[in-house]
């Protein structure tokens, strides 16, 4: 695989909003509020994953990679734009656009106390931290944790360079450099291989056809099932 610089791949263009909100399994519109922000009954409410508002449809990797990491805390009941402030102290502290896209944040020993430590500064609310201190140590929140799960870190600058949509399937990723930024088996599109399976192919053929082992054309199925609802 080609060995792209980190800013590079973190600045490349991927996908339009509402394509972000299908991978991650947003509601419509989620994804164009995080980055663009939006406004409601008079008050404007700045994006968070983007340090201002551009009016661009289109969504970089290392701004997918970071949405990515908000929609672990969708469900936590506080709002994501509470989470602005941290995210904009991180943007300076770690002197970069996309803090959240690389390890330092999250499995390195001084970049957790920093994390810490701006979480305290802007009070952020518990719900959306992503450290905490237990047992005198500080460890990764439960939403933190299942995103250091799915993502899968260079060696060297330890930038985010996959995305697995489903931690459990190890098989099945996102990746910028193959297939537009869809979701993959390998470079098969896991879409592709459910539709021939509703086409009536068998595993056996399709796991031929795209010198797939078996079990990749497997999880491909079970990825693009739990996708669409029909397995859990």
């Known amino acids: 695989m080609t060995n792209t610089p980190a800013v590079d791949l973190l600045e490349r263009p991927l996908y ?5 909100d299908r991978l991650l399994g947003l509601s419509s519109g989620t994804a164009r509020r995080w980055l663009e922000g939006y406004k409601r009954r008079g ?7 983007r340090a201002e508002p551009t009016g661009s449809e289109v969504v970089t990797w290392g701004e997918f990679v970071e949405t990515r990491l908000l929609a672990e805390y969708r469900d936590a009941g506080a709002s994501i734009m509470l989470m602005r402030p941290a ?3 991180l943007r300076e502290k770690f002197d970069t656009r996309y803090p959240l896209a690389y390890a330092r944040p999250y499995l390195d020993v001084a970049g957790r106390e920093l ?3 701006v979480q305290d500064d802007v009070n952020l609310d518990r719900e959306l931290q992503l450290v905490v ?3 005198d140590q500080i460890v990764l929140t439960e939403p933190a944790e ?3 799960r799915s993502a899968v870190f260079r060696p060297g600058d330890q930038v985010v360079e996959r995305i697995r949509p489903h931690f459990e399937i190890e098989q099945v990723v996102i990746d910028p450099l193959r297939q537009f930024g869809e979701p993959v088996v390998r470079s098969v599109r896991t879409e592709i291989i459910s539709e021939q399976v509703r086409a009536g192919e068998p595993l056996d053929t399709i796991a031929e056809l795209y010198e797939l082992p078996r079990a990749d054309v497997e999880a491909a199925l079970r990825y693009e099932l739990i996708r669409s609802g029909v397995a859990a």
């Open 16 to 20: 339009g909003l509402a394509q972000v």
């Open 43 to 49: 008050k404007r409410y700045p994006p968070v994953a």
């Open 87 to 89: 995210v904009e102290r």
């Open 115 to 117: 994390v810490w430590q």
């Open 133 to 135: 201190v237990r047992n």
């Open 146 to 148: 299942r995103f250091t």
